[in-house]
């Protein structure tokens, strides 16, 4: 195998495991020089992203690799962040628009259709790896978000986040612990100052909305519990009353034995109340 062909192997296994999108330092590393790049550049072997950032094999990689070719080239120490971050971690839904990236210092060069923040430090806690790339935590993506967003957005964003799995109860107050009086950290106290809350719709996020503010009792969000041997997982329910509300886009009718059996016609008379149709009846 001649060392060029020997260096498109390197660079297709390393682009293989980066999203396919590889930075001009990488392909030097996989034995390419300079030339060597700019020829496969003119034969669409590679296909510039941004200065310095190069997809191979095909020019539209998947939106992974758009991420992650924004964070190469913003050099060493960049991490996706704000609402690229939300979005990588699910906790926003991703509406396309640049990717944003956070660097350290004053000393990177701005990139065109990339959107760089820069900060004065970005602790260890606050940077890690999720699929791959480079990334703000979930806890350091709320603090972030938290200065874009509206409250109900925030707050929003806070459940998901809780609802995924992605923060627990403790993370977010050791973060605002040592974040001081950093911009966004009021605001983001305030979202998260009624306690747990893993929602998983928006509808949900309204629904309990609603019963906060109008003075109710927060009641336990989306925590599973045994019914008949069945695990399910009510929207939001206060044990102690017994009682439960399901927050769908369909109405939901619930109905007990004695409802059934004891007032049956009490029972129809709330389902043709509540729309259900008569048999044979046009829709």
Same mark, same amino acid.
């Given at each position: 195998?001649?060392?060029?062909?020997?260096?498109?192997?390197?660079?297709? =296994?390393?682009?293989? =495991?980066?999203?396919?999108?590889?930075?001009?330092?990488?392909?030097?590393?996989?034995?390419?020089?300079?030339?060597?790049?700019?020829?496969?550049?003119?034969?669409?072997?590679?296909?510039?992203?941004?200065?310095?950032?190069?997809?191979?094999?095909?020019?539209?990689?998947?939106?992974?690799?758009?991420?992650?070719?924004?964070?190469?080239?913003?050099?060493?120490?960049?991490?996706?962040?704000?609402?690229?971050?939300?979005?990588?971690?699910?906790?926003?839904?991703?509406?396309?628009?640049?990717?944003?990236?956070?660097?350290?210092?004053?000393?990177?060069?701005?990139?065109?259709?990339?959107?760089?923040?820069?900060?004065?430090?970005?602790?260890?806690?606050?940077?890690?790896?999720?699929?791959?790339?480079?990334?703000?935590?979930?806890?350091?993506?709320?603090?972030?978000?938290?200065?874009?967003? =509206?409250?109900?957005?925030?707050?929003?964003?806070?459940?998901?986040? $809780?609802?995924?799995?992605?923060?627990?109860?403790?993370?977010?107050?050791?973060?605002?612990?040592?974040?001081?009086?950093?911009?966004?950290?009021?605001?983001?106290? $305030?979202?998260?100052?009624?306690?747990?809350?893993?929602?998983?719709?928006?509808?949900?996020?309204?629904?309990?909305?609603?019963?906060?503010?109008?003075?109710?009792?927060?009641?336990?969000?989306?925590?599973?519990?045994?019914?008949?041997?069945?695990?399910?997982?009510?929207?939001?329910?206060?044990?102690? $009353?017994?009682?439960?509300? =399901?927050?769908?886009?369909?109405?939901?009718?619930?109905?007990?034995?004695?409802?059934?059996?004891?007032?049956?016609?009490?029972?129809?008379?709330?389902?043709?109340?509540?729309?259900?149709?008569? $048999?044979?009846?046009?829709?």
């Amino acid at each position: 195998m001649g060392r060029e062909a020997h260096a498109d192997v390197l660079l297709a =296994e390393l682009a293989a =495991e980066q999203w396919g999108v590889l930075s001009l330092g990488e392909l030097r590393g996989c034995g390419l020089s300079d030339k060597a790049v700019a020829a496969r550049v003119s034969r669409a072997q590679l296909h510039r992203m941004h200065r310095g950032v190069y997809a191979v094999g095909h020019a539209n990689p998947p939106l992974e690799g758009r991420w992650l070719a924004a964070v190469k080239a913003c050099g060493s120490g960049a991490v996706l962040s704000h609402y690229s971050a939300a979005g990588l971690w699910g906790i926003l839904d991703w509406a396309e628009r640049h990717p944003e990236v956070t660097v350290t210092g004053q000393g990177q060069r701005g990139h065109s259709a990339i959107r760089v923040h820069r900060s004065s430090m970005l602790a260890v806690p606050d940077v890690t790896r999720h699929c791959r790339i480079p990334v703000t935590s979930p806890g350091r993506t709320l603090l972030d978000m938290a200065v874009a967003l =509206e409250d109900r957005e925030l707050r929003g964003a806070a459940r998901r986040a $809780q609802a995924l799995h992605r923060v627990n109860v403790r993370q977010p107050a050791e973060l605002l612990a040592r974040s001081g009086r950093r911009r966004g950290s009021r605001r983001l106290a $305030q979202a998260i100052a009624d306690g747990p809350a893993p929602t998983r719709s928006e509808l949900e996020n309204l629904a309990l909305d609603l019963i906060t503010q109008a003075g109710l009792e927060q009641p336990m969000v989306n925590v599973p519990i045994t019914v008949a041997g069945r695990r399910v997982i009510p929207d939001f329910r206060w044990p102690l $009353q017994r009682l439960i509300l =399901e927050a769908h886009g369909d109405r939901v009718i619930r109905v007990t034995w004695d409802d059934v059996v004891t007032h049956p016609a009490r029972t129809l008379a709330r389902l043709t109340a509540a729309g259900v149709p008569r $048999q044979g009846a046009q829709p």
